[in-house]
């Protein structure tokens, strides 16, 4: 669990190695009062199926539109495997516009370093990140 400085907001990270293991978590969390009156609470998981050597992935955005893709696919590019994360994030009265992605991305991502999912910060940040080509100029 960790609290984010920047959002109202708790992040959970669970290992999970069946789909019916995520409805199981999210019933646990929401037998909290506060987790359950949340504003948002906005999940995405990833449990690799070694026998068809795929994924089953997932998300929900919990009303906070594109939240839960772009914690899962935080997780796709991190490569991490049989984890579900959940952000529960309360409205604090202050608008954060779209840096609230920014913060909950880093606040998952933060933690999943911490526990050991997947490599240092710097790594982490390099993993799977479009690299912007140097503009010049054309010529003729």
């Known amino acids: 669990m960790h609290l984010s400085p920047f959002l109202l907001c708790v992040i959970f990270v669970v290992v999970v ?23 948002h609470n906005i999940y995405a ?3 690799y199926c070694e026998d068809r050597n795929t994924f089953l992935q997932d998300c929900e955005d919990d009303g906070e539109t594109a939240a839960g ?5 935080l997780l796709q590019i991190l490569d991490v495997q049989n984890v579900m994360v959940v952000v529960t994030r309360w409205y604090g009265g202050i608008l954060l516009g779209p840096d609230r992605f920014k913060h909950i991305n880093n606040s998952a991502r933060n933690l999943l370093v ?3 999912y997947t490599e240092s910060p710097d790594e982490a940040a390099k993993c799977g990140g479009k690299s912007k080509k140097p503009r010049g100029k054309k010529t003729k």
Do not use: C, M, P
Not at 24 to 35: A, G, T
Not at 69 to 73: K, T
């Open 45 to 47: 998981y990833r449990i």
């Open 69 to 73: 893709a772009r914690l899962l696919h």
């Open 114 to 116: 911490q526990e050991g």
């Open 17 to 39: 190695f069946y789909v019916f293991q995520v409805r199981l978590v999210l019933d646990k969390l929401y037998e909290n009062k506060k987790i359950a009156s949340a504003t």
